[in-house]
């Protein structure tokens, strides 16, 4: 039970700074805080590589690379692997599929940054990453947090549908709504004074539900 709190209480959690660190990855060493600088990150682990569900998901990350960057967010993939064993399977997917994992893929082979985020679940393998997923913004804080088991691959709809919720609620000031998409409208932050929530239900401009409930166009 003793551990089982201490790695709670050593978890990341959303609004918390992202831990930095170094370590050797397959586009040389890197410290987070520099590789991270003035951009959003989405930082994912993988159980191991040369395995089918792992590969299927770092593919589609490699995929999906320019639309992240057009959104001004980096990549960043994990692994308790050696360099060695990453450098083997990325040029293998290449052969095989024909799509490159060129983002930084952390050989995490003494689990320093599996433990300093929080990729390691005892219940499920101590010796292996969960599939986590950390959304950072450019401040360096971690603004979202996914995880999925070892037999269950991620979804990609819904990483990407994240971070533009995440980077459109900030931009707008709005919060957004269940399954919001862009295009659609957001929420209007709720009235804090009185005076606020007369002027709410005096607006004509909001789709309100009631004051505490109003959506606009962004």
Known sequence: M??????AITMPRIGDQAPDFTA?????????????????VVMF?????????????????AKEADWFAERGTK??????????????????????????MEFPIIA???M?????????????????AVRAVFFIDPKGVIRLIMYYPMNVGRNMHEIKRALVALQTSDESKCA?????RPGDKAIVPPPKTLREMDERIANTEYEKIDFYLAKKDI
């Open 24 to 40: 050797v990855t397959t586009t040389g060493k890197l410290t987070f805080s520099d590789y991270a600088k003035d951009s959003w």
């Open 176 to 180: 957004m709504p269940i399954d919001w």
């Open 2 to 7: 003793q551990t089982t709190i201490e790695t």
């Open 112 to 128: 320093k940054v599996s433990k300093l985020y929080g990729m390691l679940h005892p219940g499920e393998s101590a010796t292996a």
């Open 45 to 61: 682990s993988h159980p191991a590589d040369f395995t089918p569900v792992c590969t299927t998901e770092m593919s589609a990350f």
């Open 75 to 100: 990549l960043m993939g994990l692994s308790i692997d050696s360099v060695h064993s990453h450098l083997a399977w990325v040029n293998n997917v290449r052969e095989k599929t024909g799509v490159y």
């Open 108 to 110: 995490d082979i003494d």
